[in-house]
């Protein structure tokens, strides 16, 4: 079956589908503010401030098939999906070679005492925190292919220097500059994936380069279960763990950088009507592709809108529960009274745990619409009950507190749908990265302030960091309560306002304004997914 454009453009929609817009009675709401709607928003111009999705959207009637898309879908899916999966897993095994480097010996080798272990975990997180701001403009400068690439090369050279550091000093500097050359990677990935996606299909992408955080896991053990066995006079065991990992690293940034497309207009993988059905399968998202123009009436609108601060708070006070990640071969070790080489092995389960879960998780988003925030409630849950087997339970039921460990490894359930709540919510491309850096800025606050509550005193239990962890997951399930009952209101409050101006006639529909970069709350037939 064909389905035609309106007005110059194409956008076809599944017979099962919820997401169906009204373009016929959209309107593009007017210069500087609209008192009745209660909406911010700026003159726009033309082309010169639009999309670049624009490039190849002529003036013809554009039709294409339900196969012809499907089979863009499916090349898409093929081309970024393990590119940006294996990228996932190897920024997430870079940042956790600490944690297997320490179970080798590195705190005595490198004399760290006190709280310097847990403060390297925390310097990481101050270099990812001064990155975001600075990291967001580059990258709409650049471009996100570029741009990634070279923060990858960088960061992967500091994981391979870390195996030359000989005190607390030389680590400290390496992880700080770690943490700046890897803050990019989850903002560029929100963005690549509302880029690419419907908002239908974002979850399930979302869900799937994350769950490679468990596959890391999984690699990361039988990585270091292999460096347990290397016998070496001259280089301690814990070297080889940053230089297999941080090597690894450099040679998949280099075939990221060819491989990656920049976006769908350009992209080599595509034929030209390709692009042009991929392009058109986004439309309805009403969130555009990519802008190279910094837009500050889009930096305010960020800034003064509620969402932005319940997602960004959320994910703040998330990140709290995350800090145990730096501790679980050190826990594991302890609970369970294991050697280093099987303690390598015990974390495996946990990103079996990870992998298991967000695929259900994924599978849920696949077919129900509003759900996800419902799913990062049932998040929260999952961590705790993770606080409470670990915290509570006796030290004679050790395999009772080692499940509570594993399912530790829940946390991006949570974190991923608030990251795809931003994804299909945040429209206008200068206030997606601002809402990106945000969000990434307090990620980074939550993840330096966790480390600290785990104090050395109270191992292996770490009664502190397991009660923050606690109290963290029951804060973030108020705020996603919150969030999902302002999206219900703000959605009813458009619908009537839609009804108001079907009644009246004057609703107005603008050629190709799905692409012209205006913010969600520039477009009232724009609906918030929940």
């Given at each position: 079956m064909?389905h035609k454009?309106?007005?110059?453009s194409?956008?076809?929609?599944e017979?099962n589908?919820?997401?169906?817009?009204?373009?016929?009675?959209?309107?593009?709401?007017?210069?500087?503010?609209?008192?009745?709607?209660?909406?911010?928003?700026?003159?726009?111009?033309?082309?010169?401030?639009?999309?670049?999705?624009?490039?190849?959207?002529?003036?013809?009637?554009?039709?294409?098939t339900k196969?012809?898309?499907?089979h863009v879908?499916?090349?898409i899916?093929?081309?970024?999906m393990?590119?940006?999966?294996?990228?996932y897993?190897i920024?997430?095994?870079?940042k956790?070679?600490?944690?297997y480097?320490?179970?080798?010996?590195?705190n005595?080798?490198?004399?760290?005492?006190g709280?310097q272990?847990?403060?390297l975990?925390?310097?990481?997180?101050?270099?990812?925190?001064v990155?975001?701001?600075?990291?967001a403009?580059?990258?709409?400068?650049?471009?996100v292919?570029?741009?990634?690439?070279?923060?990858?090369?960088?960061?992967?050279?500091?994981?391979?220097?870390?195996a030359?550091?000989?005190?607390?000093?030389?680590l400290?500097?390496?992880?700080?500059?770690?943490g700046?050359?890897?803050?990019?990677?989850?903002?560029?990935?929100v963005?690549?994936t509302?880029m690419?996606?419907k908002?239908?299909?974002?979850p399930?992408?979302?869900?799937?380069w994350?769950?490679?955080?468990?596959?890391?896991?999984?690699?990361?053990?039988?990585i270091n279960?292999?460096?347990?066995?290397?016998?070496?006079?001259k280089?301690?065991?814990?070297?080889f763990?940053?230089?297999?990992?941080?090597?690894?690293?450099?040679?998949?940034?280099?075939?990221?950088?060819?491989?990656?497309p920049s976006n769908?207009?350009?992209?080599?993988?595509?034929?030209q009507?390709?692009?042009?059905?991929?392009?058109?399968?986004?439309?309805?998202?009403?969130?555009?592709?990519?802008?190279?123009?910094?837009?500050?009436?889009?930096l305010w609108?960020a800034?003064?809108?509620?969402?932005?601060?319940?997602?960004?708070?959320?994910?703040?006070?998330?990140?709290?529960?995350?800090g145990?990640?730096a501790?679980?071969?050190?826990?594991?070790?302890?609970?369970?009274?294991?050697s280093?080489?099987k303690?390598?092995?015990?974390?495996?389960?946990?990103?079996g745990?990870m992998?298991?879960?967000?695929?259900?998780?994924?599978l849920?988003?696949?077919y129900?619409?509003?759900?996800?925030l419902?799913?990062a409630?049932?998040?929260t849950?999952?961590?705790?009950?993770?606080?409470?087997?670990?915290?509570?339970?006796?030290?004679?039921?050790?395999?009772?507190?080692?499940?509570?460990?594993?399912?530790?490894?829940?946390?991006?359930?949570?974190?991923?749908?608030l990251?795809?709540?931003?994804?299909?919510?945040?429209a206008?491309?200068t206030?997606?990265?601002v809402?990106n850096?945000?969000?990434?800025c307090?990620?980074?606050?939550?993840?330096?302030?966790?480390?600290?509550?785990?104090?050395?005193?109270?191992?292996?239990?770490?009664?502190?960091?397991?009660e923050?962890?606690?109290?963290?997951?029951?804060?973030?399930c108020?705020l996603?309560?919150?969030?999902?009952?302002y999206?219900?209101?703000?959605?009813?409050?458009?619908?009537?306002?839609e009804?108001?101006?079907?009644?009246?006639?004057?609703?107005?529909?603008?050629?190709?304004?799905e692409?012209m970069?205006?913010?969600?709350?520039?477009q009232?037939a724009?609906?918030?997914?929940?």
């Open positions: 064909d454009s309106k007005s110059s194409s956008i076809w929609t017979t589908s919820e997401e169906k817009q009204k373009p016929a009675v959209t309107t593009v709401l007017e210069s500087p503010i609209d008192e009745e709607r209660g909406v911010e928003v700026s003159a726009i111009g033309e082309k010169p401030v639009a999309d670049v999705a624009l490039a190849i959207l002529d003036d013809t009637n554009f039709t294409y196969e012809e898309a499907k879908s499916r090349k899916d093929l081309v970024l393990p590119l940006m999966a294996l990228t897993m920024q997430y095994l870079d956790v070679t600490l944690s480097a320490a179970l080798f010996g590195m005595t080798d490198t004399h760290l005492h709280s272990y847990s403060w975990t925390t310097i990481f997180y101050l270099g990812y925190l990155a975001q701001y600075p990291g403009y580059i990258m709409q400068k650049t471009g292919r570029g741009f990634l690439f070279v923060n990858m090369f960088f960061w992967s050279a500091m994981v391979l220097l870390m030359a550091c000989h005190n607390f000093s030389g400290a500097t390496c992880r700080f500059f770690m700046v050359f890897e803050a990019c990677v989850s903002p560029a990935f963005s690549i509302s690419w996606y908002r239908t299909e974002q399930a992408r979302s869900l799937f994350s769950s490679f955080n468990g596959v890391a896991a999984i690699v990361g053990g039988l279960f292999g460096v347990a066995h290397i016998q070496n006079e280089v301690p065991t814990w070297k763990t940053f230089i297999i990992i941080g090597g690894a690293s450099i040679i998949w940034s280099v075939f990221f950088f060819f491989l990656f769908p207009v350009t992209a080599r993988f595509l034929t009507r390709e692009r042009r059905i991929a392009i058109e399968r986004v439309r309805e998202n009403r969130t555009g592709v990519e802008n190279k123009i910094f837009k500050r009436e889009q609108e800034l003064l809108d509620p969402q932005v601060w319940l997602i960004v708070f959320a994910i703040g006070v998330w990140m709290i529960t995350n145990i990640g501790f679980n071969s050190i826990i594991i070790e302890a609970l369970g009274g294991f280093k080489e303690t390598t092995l015990m974390n495996m389960p946990g990103g745990f992998i298991v879960f967000l695929f259900f998780t994924g849920w988003c696949n129900i619409r509003n759900g996800r419902i799913i409630v049932f998040g849950w999952l961590l705790i009950l993770a606080s409470c087997l670990v915290w509570k339970l006796p030290s004679t039921d050790p395999w009772g507190r080692m499940v509570g460990m594993w399912l530790t490894y829940t946390t991006p359930i949570t974190f991923v749908m990251l795809s709540i931003s994804a299909s919510n945040i206008g491309y206030k997606k990265l809402v850096a945000s969000i990434f307090f990620y980074a606050v939550g993840n330096i302030v966790s480390p600290l509550l785990f104090k050395s005193s109270q191992k292996p239990t770490y009664n502190m960091g397991m923050s962890m606690l109290v963290a997951s029951i804060v973030v108020i996603c309560l919150l969030l999902m009952a999206y219900n209101y703000e959605n009813r409050r458009r619908t009537k306002l009804e108001k101006e079907l009644d009246a006639g004057t609703g107005q529909y603008k050629k190709n304004e692409f970069d205006y913010t969600d709350r520039q009232i724009f609906r918030y997914i929940w």
